[in-house]
Nanobody, 118 residues
Framework: QVQVVESGGGLVQPGGSLRLSCKVSGSIFSIYDMAWYRQAPGKEQREPVA????????NYADSVKGRFTISRDNSKDTLYLQMNSLKREDTAVYYC???????????WGQGTQVTVSS
């Protein structure tokens, strides 16, 4: 059974940094395209933040370009999101998603809360 577990969220002041981690177990991590999504307070939909494919290609939402960096370590079965220059509008629950290309199976973590506030 595939399990996806996020960690690293917390409270940070505007302009600060956080690094989120996402550990995948129960499967072969390297076969998944990985992504971070977030759901802001009061919003019904999760929005994509950043994606990294099995080949290492990355893509970012316009709102986080230049501030966030997604990376993966296949040897540790772990995905990361380095978040710098955080803004209040980055406050959200951040979710990790693992999707198997072509087949389409995907798995979600339980989310980790990021709060940007002074």
């Amino acid at each position: 059974q595939v399990q996806v577990v996020e960690s690293g969220g917390g409270l940070v002041q505007p302009g600060g940094s956080l690094r989120l981690s996402c550990k995948v177990s129960g499967s072969i991590f390297s076969i998944y395209d990985m992504a971070w999504y977030r759901q802001a307070p009061g919003k019904e939909q999760r929005e994509p933040v950043a994606v990294i494919t099995t080949s290492g290609t990355t893509n970012y939402a316009d709102s986080v370009k230049g501030r966030f960096t997604i990376s993966r370590d296949n040897s540790k079965d772990t995905l990361y999101l380095q978040m710098n220059s955080l803004k209040r509008e980055d406050t959200a629950v951040y979710y990790c998603n693992a999707e198997e290309p072509i087949i389409g199976n995907d798995y979600w973590g339980q989310g980790t809360q990021v709060t940007v506030s002074s």
